[in-house]
């Protein structure tokens, strides 16, 4: 579970982005790329803690591997 205001926004705007781009027709391996670029970001500009980024990590992966998290998305999509 991630505690820092920081961490959760970082959070957020990951799940948010993959959302958008689930919608615009990239899938799973398309994503992971981005999440693996998004927290080499991260790393490399030293903006939270690396046990922040792992933990970050963790929960976005789990995010990403949640197939739920994408059912809605393209339901709505196939609805328009």
């Given at each position: 579970m991630l505690q820092d205001?920081?961490?959760i926004r970082y959070y957020q705007k990951l799940s948010d982005a993959l959302g958008e781009l689930w919608n615009r027709g990239y899938r799973f391996d398309d994503l992971r790329l981005y999440v693996d670029?998004?927290?080499?970001?991260?790393?490399?500009?030293?903006?939270?803690?690396p046990y922040q980024i792992h933990r970050l990590e963790e929960e976005i992966t789990r995010y990403l591997y949640?197939?739920?998290?994408f059912e809605s998305l393209e339901?709505?999509?196939d609805y328009y």
């Open positions: 205001t920081l961490t670029g998004y927290l080499a970001a991260l790393r490399h500009a030293n903006t939270i803690e949640d197939s739920s998290n339901s709505q999509t």
